[in-house]
Nanobody, 122 residues
Framework: QVQLVESGGGLVQAGGSLRLSCAAS????????MGWFRQAPGKEREFVAV??????VYADSVKGRFTISRDNAKNTVYLQMNSLKPEDTAVYYC?????????????????WGQGTQVTVSS
């Protein structure tokens, strides 16, 4: 059974940083695309970043502030978030898929974590 478990969320002041982790078990994702999405209250779940091989794609809203990376030996994906803004407040979800294409839409992802809350105070 595939499981994705996020950690690292919390409360931070605007301008601060957090690093989210997503540990996968049940299968190896080293050759597959792994992504981060987020969902704010009352809003749709939106794409944040995706990584596959050495390629990455970011949402315009986080470009230059967030960095996605992975450690294949640990089967873990990270999201380093710097210069956080109140509008980054959301539940952040890790997602995985079987293929390597860098999809930015949630319907292309087969596996999801339970989410971790990130709250940025102004």
């Amino acid at each position: 059974q595939v499981q994705l478990v996020e950690s690292g969320g919390g409360l931070v002041q605007a301008g601060g940083s957090l690093r989210l982790s997503c540990a996968a078990s049940g299968r190896t994702f080293s050759s597959a695309a792994m992504g981060w999405f987020r969902q704010a209250p009352g809003k749709e779940r939106e794409f944040v970043a995706v990584i596959s091989g050495g390629r990455v794609v970011y949402a315009d809203s986080v470009k230059g502030r967030f960095t996605i990376s992975r450690d294949n030996a640990k089967n873990t994906v990270y999201l380093q978030m710097n210069s956080l803004k109140p509008e980054d407040t959301a539940v952040y979800y890790c997602a995985g898929r079987s293929g390597t294409v860098l999809h930015t839409t949630r319907t292309h992802y087969d596996y999801w974590g339970q989410g971790t809350q990130v709250t940025v105070s102004s």
